[in-house]
């Protein structure tokens, strides 16, 4: 397949960093993860055939594959999953199946073949009717008994040295009560598991601008 280099188009909501992922290194361009995440990986045991939505550059997918049976690891951006295939260790290759993909089309599989849906640090990026319509294709592409993990961002700040608030044009941004009632609305039928977290404030520099990004998050896990 043709190594596509996702350009961002917010517009459309499409959220891409628009980079060849094969030219930066072996490690996430994201890091290692959340801490509260990579403990709550630990201590899940994953059954079956997982559907990891926006995978990025396989920043918690061999973790998936650890433990899962198949993987089947997405994202819009194709230089981000050829670097996730490089970065697979040899011997979970043979459970790892990848499908570019944009999540807010119609997902390229049938109903209820996977058992769980997997998705960190994208979700918070849409508005509300476009992410329930990604709620009701995760529903639909899972078994009757499957499960769900997911993170979402809550709270964003990104503070100006002067006190203000940058300006948020074309971001989403919802309150940690809102995103937990979208939740619960949206997955009536599943026994929910919610906690809340914060990850730690963190200067951000681009060019002359400069400011203080912070913000919380949730994880859900859940069950039909």
Known sequence: ???????????????????????????????????????????????????????????????????????????????????????????????LKTQRMNLLDRFPFGDGCFNGVFCVGTLHLFPKDRIEEVFKEITRVLDESGEIFIDFATDISRLLPDGKQRDKTNETSYTTEEAESLFRDNFRDFNLVITRHKVPDETVVIGELSYVFSCNYILVRGRK
């Open 1 to 95: 397949m043709k190594n596509v280099v996702e350009k961002a188009n917010e517009k459309q909501y499409i959220f891409s960093e628009g980079i060849d992922y094969l030219t930066t290194g072996m490690d996430s361009i994201w890091g290692v993860g959340d801490e509260e995440t990579l403990e709550e990986l630990k201590k899940i045991q994953f059954r079956g055939k997982w559907l990891n939505l926006a995978a990025g550059d396989g920043r918690y997918n061999n973790g998936l594959l650890e433990q899962a049976d198949e993987v089947m690891a997405t994202d819009i951006d194709q230089s981000a999953l050829a670097k996730l295939e490089i970065i697979t260790p040899d011997n979970l290759k043979n459970k």
